[in-house]
Nanobody, 114 residues
């Protein structure tokens, strides 16, 4: 079964950090680029970060550049999103995605609040 399962979200104070993980199964993970998206209440889902299949190439949306880092471990079939200097505007449900997987997972909630 082709599947992506996100984890690692939670409640954090402004300026804090979190590490999100996304475990993939059912397909050859190392063949595919991976993506992190987020969706805040009342807003459209937006692409946050991308990483190439080998991990050698990454991109970020402007609002997270310098604060978030996407990485992957192809031996563990896992992609990560390290989030530092979190802001209230980062509050959202975060999803990982691959073109190999048609559906969206449940995501993981990140709430940045004092």
């Amino acid at each position: 079964q082709v599947q992506l399962v996100e984890s690692g979200g939670g409640l954090v104070q402004p300026g804090g950090s979190l590490r999100l993980s996304c475990a993939a199964s059912g397909f050859i993970f190392s063949n595919y680029a991976m993506y992190w998206y987020r969706q805040a209440p009342g807003k459209e889902r937006e692409l946050v970060a991308t990483i190439s299949s080998t991990g050698s190439f990454t991109t970020y949306t402007d609002s997270v550049k310098g604060r978030f880092t996407i990485s992957r471990d192809n031996a563990k079939n896992t992609v990560y999103l390290d989030m530092n200097y979190l802001k209230p505007d980062d509050t959202a449900v975060y999803y990982c995605k691959s073109v190999r997987v048609d559906s969206w997972g449940q995501g993981t909630q990140v709430t940045v609040s004092s």
